[in-house]
């Protein structure tokens, strides 16, 4: 596609970027400013959802080539905004342009940058661990060593992106509960015009959508202890049959896919929340505080206390290099 074909203004957040990265430049150091230190490799972050935007010049600072052949433990949607980048599947170089979508899965192996002979590449990106009923949207038609890839030259339809991208990045620097809540629903927009302008959402039968209302009636009640009896009458399933569509479609019990997600919802409250852990563990159905502990140890690898203490001052922020 032509990149004069889709026409965006300089966002706030860029200048912004390119403003701090201008700044730091001379002083050598690119991550002395919080604000723009997430764009550097050496970041690290476990954050549920985390968004931003990075304006790579020919020759600046973020000038360089990301590079995780493990990838990422969560999700990485991209949307390039300007100039030209190329993205390595693992066998062939793919070359983004303006209103170009890029989706990177969990373990898929990262690899891009600025296209050579390119001036610039200009991207939008959010990392985050989707809701278990994005599933059937999370697959498109052009799929290459795992990766997904969208192109369009639908100029209105980009820009429609590019001010979704910009919505979730800033409410997602907030750190009150009802911002990243209303991140991940912008979030979801972004998500399902993605797989409408696909046209690769599930066929019919392959999602079952009573297992659709099932995650929605867990994801509703993440403060409450649910048996799978209760979770089954829900959405008029015998629990038996419940439990076999859950795990042929998801791969794993509703029951492990409900604890990571209370983990999930833990572990964000454990950011936006001065409540004590005690509290914490009781507004995700946990009545047992030491139970609560053993159980997010065992996702996460540390206690709740100290996930809060290493990560809580770069909530908001993105990851490394992105």
């Avoid at 985390?50 to 991209?78: C, H, K, Q, Y």
């Avoid at 042929?248 to 509703?254: D, E, H, M, P, Y």
Wanted: aromatic letters at 10%; hydrophobic letters at 45%.
């Amino acid at each position: 596609m032509d990149e004069t074909a889709v026409q965006i203004s300089p966002p706030a957040q860029v200048e912004s970027v390119i403003r701090r990265l201008s700044l730091l430049q001379a002083e050598g150091d690119g991550t002395a400013d919080p604000f723009v230190a997430p764009l550097f490799p050496g970041f690290h972050f476990d954050t549920r959802l985390v968004a931003g935007v990075t304006p790579i010049e020919r020759g600046g600072p973020l000038d360089f080539r990301i590079s995780r052949p493990e990838g990422m433990r969560g999700w990485i949607i991209n949307l390039t905004v300007k100039g030209v980048g190329e993205v390595f599947d693992g066998e062939r170089r793919v070359s983004l342009e303006a209103g170009d979508l890029a989706l990177f899965p969990p373990g898929a192996i990262h690899d891009y940058g600025r296209a050579p002979g390119a001036a610039d590449w200009w991207h939008r990106w959010i990392y985050f661990q989707p809701r278990a009923f994005w599933s059937g949207w999370l697959s498109w038609r052009d799929s290459h060593g795992g990766l997904f890839f969208q192109r369009s030259e639908d100029r209105s339809l980009t820009a429609t992106f590019d001010t979704l991208f910009s919505e979730v990045a800033a409410w997602s620097a907030n750190t009150d509960l009802l911002s990243m809540e209303l991140a991940m629903n912008i979030l979801e927009r972004i998500i399902l015009l993605a797989a409408k302008n696909d046209r690769a959402t599930a066929p019919p039968g392959h999602f079952d959508q009573r297992l659709l209302m099932a995650c929605k009636f867990v994801t509703d009640n993440l403060h409450r202890p649910l048996t799978v009896a209760e979770i089954a009458e829900a959405v008029c399933l015998s629990p038996s049959r419940l439990a076999h569509l859950f795990t042929q479609t998801l791969g794993k019990s509703i029951l492990k896919w409900r604890e990571e997600q209370v983990i999930q919802f833990a572990c964000h409250l454990l950011l936006v929340s001065p409540s004590p852990v005690k509290q914490i563990a009781a507004q995700v159905g946990f009545e047992d505080p030491l139970y609560f502990s053993r159980v997010f140890r065992r996702y996460i690898g540390c206690s709740p206390k100290a996930f809060r203490a290493e990560h809580g001052r770069a909530h908001g922020q993105a990851a490394s290099g992105v």
